[in-house]
Nanobody
């Protein structure tokens, strides 16, 4: 079955960096647009970044442009999110998934083409 395992989160200071990884299995990873989503406390789910199957094209939410970089390794079925210049408002649980047409208020209730969500990885930015 589909598995999405996010890792790499933790505590970072403002201005610091973290690199998130998402190991995927159970589906044809190389055929899917993939995205990173986040759920901050009391806020709606947000698409952070997305990448096409070949990795040639990426998109970012405005507040992440220039700070975050999404990439993928299809040989390893893994998608990454390099986060630099972190801010306290980046504090959230981060999830990876296929790109979802209709993102709901809660990430895990959003109708993923993969019909599955991972546990997410907590990112906390605080001094």
């Amino acid at each position: 079955q589909v598995q999405l395992v996010e890792s790499g989160g933790g505590l970072a200071q403002p201005g610091g960096s973290l690199r998130l990884s998402c190991a995927a299995s159970g589906f044809r990873f190389s055929r899917h647009d993939m995205g990173w989503y986040r759920q901050a406390p009391g806020k709606e789910c947000e698409l952070v970044a997305a990448i096409t199957p070949t990795g040639r094209s990426t998109n970012y939410a405005d507040s992440m442009k220039g700070r975050f970089t999404i990439s993928r390794d299809n040989a390893k079925n893994t998608v990454y999110l390099q986060m630099n210049s972190l801010k306290p408002e980046d504090t959230a649980v981060y999830y990876c998934n296929a790109v979802i047409t209709t993102v709901q208020a809660m990430c895990v209730y959003s109708p993923s083409p993969l019909a599955s969500w991972g546990q997410g990885t907590q990112v906390t930015v605080s001094s």
